[in-house]
């Protein structure tokens, strides 16, 4: 049998030599940061460890940057946002045990949301694999056990020579459609041990193209040239997959209204006239969704949020295009398009026909009239006024990161996201703690833009500790704390569902002192002031945060 050897990289004379003779004093620590280098990885997040110090010693012989943090979640939430924003591979090194399960709240985020994450973590010493109780400090009985749930695949090392192909296998496993993190775990001894084998030159994990059927794609395409009343649901798949210009140009074509999930912000014009916007959590958008005869819904899984807390029954045909196999079909029946957004988008684009529907812009008006009036009824200027403020002072193109708060829950429906792949939120997972280290990854990421993180007090103390490694770093990053003395969102729901609130209000610092301790400059701001103090401080170098006290409340939900 010959092989074709024509399309495989051909090393130099100097490359071939520094194979024969790779230079002394590597160990399995490098062979991974080789392996990173070669796939094409820039920067790193992590924290070290005693079993993963292979790993670490060997970033110092390495070209990668490095940005360690203080908690090995808000390094994964760090990793998690470099992953979003720049859509490849974001390495996160671990050490063993206690380590790699602080991580798991963010790798759980980072699932739910698609992010490409790469979690290499160390293991105690081979000898000690296997399940038996040998007493190795860090010591699980089956570490992996512990990630199988969250991740998209588990690639585990046992010698120096499995490095570079775990690694490999694991960055394909991130970048496939669904994007997400995966996990690889080597031992402490093949990361120290000395090895003799080559460097490890560029390698190839190109991950699989997800295509959609052909004869999916034409039944629906002519279920959307025929349709009466096609609206569309884009989901976060339109954003990740870079769809968003294919998106609208189907939208105009077949005249169909628009409505984002909150994990799609920003993949359709706000100010459009056929941008019904996000409003999910509204009885106005659910039943206009209910009343399509046939609704196209692109990358989102339709789950609790995207349904209006599982209200919503369609009464019209669904098409689901969606990447990942587990949400087809998984609440409502549908013709199931298993492919990537931007692929299924760019064939229904050439397969639909013109269809024209003067009266669509018209009736999207008409939905968005019930929704501003119903909210105005609720007393909530204030709410409006902060988001506002928000919105004026964040530069369009500035990505930013929203922890679980109730200005992030407003966020969700009321905010315009202007541009896609610019807001992003925890609302995946739900876990608190996400903004802050997320906006330190963006802003690693990309430097020359500022970021903005918004928490509130509960969800601050959470990554306080991370003021410190944006001093340290120096990172173009401002964070705004709503301080109302508790976790607000579950004061609200207790309160409304019980009468009273149990273990929702906070001792809490004084947030400005307690920044410019870190050297972050801090300041205290009002509502009518915030919009100004928040652009004066995304347009200084370096982080800052400003702490507005407020008690900010939910608009009334319309799913009980």
Request: hydrophobic share 45%.
């Amino acid at each position: 049998m010959s092989h074709d050897h024509d399309d495989r990289p051909q090393l130099t004379a100097a490359q071939a030599a520094a194979v024969l003779n790779p230079p002394p004093g590597r160990n399995g620590g490098d062979l991974v940061v080789e392996t990173l280098q070669g796939l094409g990885a820039t920067t790193v997040f992590g924290l070290p460890g005693q079993h993963a110090l292979g790993m670490f010693d060997a970033l110092r012989r390495s070209s990668l940057r490095y940005v360690g943090l203080r908690v090995e979640n808000n390094a994964g939430f760090a990793a998690d946002a470099y992953g979003r924003i720049t859509g490849e591979v974001a390495p996160l090194l671990l050490s063993t045990g206690p380590g790699a399960l602080t991580s798991l709240a963010a790798l759980q985020e980072a699932a739910a949301a698609s992010a490409p994450v790469l979690a290499i973590s160390s293991q105690i010493p081979t000898t000690g694999l296997g399940g038996g109780r040998h007493g190795y400090l860090h010591e699980l009985r089956d570490q992996q056990a512990s990630v199988r749930d969250i991740v998209k695949s588990v690639h585990t090392v046992r010698t120096a020579s499995q490095i570079p192909s775990a690694i490999a296998a694991a960055w394909e496993s991130a970048l496939t459609a669904p994007h997400g993190p995966v996990w690889v775990e080597i031992p402490q001894d093949v990361l120290l041990a000395e090895t003799t084998l080559p460097v490890v030159s560029a390698m190839d994990a190109t991950p699989r193209e997800l295509y959609p059927r052909p004869e999916l794609t034409i039944a629906a395409a002519h279920l959307l040239s025929n349709a009466e009343r096609p609206v569309i649901i884009a989901g976060g798949g339109v954003v990740r997959s870079d769809a968003s210009g294919k998106l609208r140009a189907l939208a105009e074509k077949i005249d169909a209204p628009v409505v984002t999930t909150f994990g799609g912000k920003g993949a359709f014009p706000w100010e459009h006239p056929l941008s019904l916007r996000s409003w999910l959590e509204d009885r106005h958008t659910t039943d206009f969704l209910e009343d399509a005869d046939v609704l196209l819904v692109v990358g989102s899984g339709l789950g609790e949020l995207s349904s209006n807390y599982h209200t919503f029954r369609p009464r019209g045909r669904v098409i689901q295009i969606e990447a990942d196999a587990g949400k087809l079909e998984s609440n409502h029946p549908a013709l199931g398009i298993h492919s990537d957004a931007r692929e299924a988008l760019a064939d229904l684009l050439e397969a639909v026909e013109r269809r024209e529907d003067a009266g669509a812009a018209e009736r999207v008006r008409t939905v968005l009239e019930k929704v501003r009036v119903r909210i105005e009824a609720q007393d909530l200027t204030l709410e409006q006024q902060v988001l506002a403020a928000v919105r004026e002072a964040l530069p369009d193109t500035a990505p930013s990161f929203w922890d679980m708060t109730i200005l992030a829950y407003w966020a969700w429906s009321a905010f315009d996201a202007r541009r896609p792949n610019t807001m992003h939120s925890a609302q995946g997972a739900g876990g608190l703690g996400y903004g802050f280290p997320a906006a330190i990854g963006a802003a690693a990421a990309d430097p020359t833009k500022p970021v903005l993180a918004v928490s509130g007090d509960g969800g601050a103390m959470y990554s306080i500790a991370e003021l410190a490694t944006a001093r340290q770093y120096d990172l173009p990053l401002t964070w705004l704390i709503v301080d109302d003395g508790g976790y607000g969102i579950l004061r609200e729901y207790m309160t409304g569902a019980f009468g009273e609130s149990t273990g929702t209000e906070l001792a809490r610092p004084d947030f400005v002192a307690l920044a410019e301790s870190f050297g972050v400059p801090a300041v205290r701001t009002s509502p009518e002031s915030l919009a100004a103090d928040l652009s004066k401080a995304l347009a200084a170098p370096g982080p800052s945060v400003v702490v507005l006290p407020a008690l900010l409340r939910m608009f009334e939900p319309t799913h009980l």
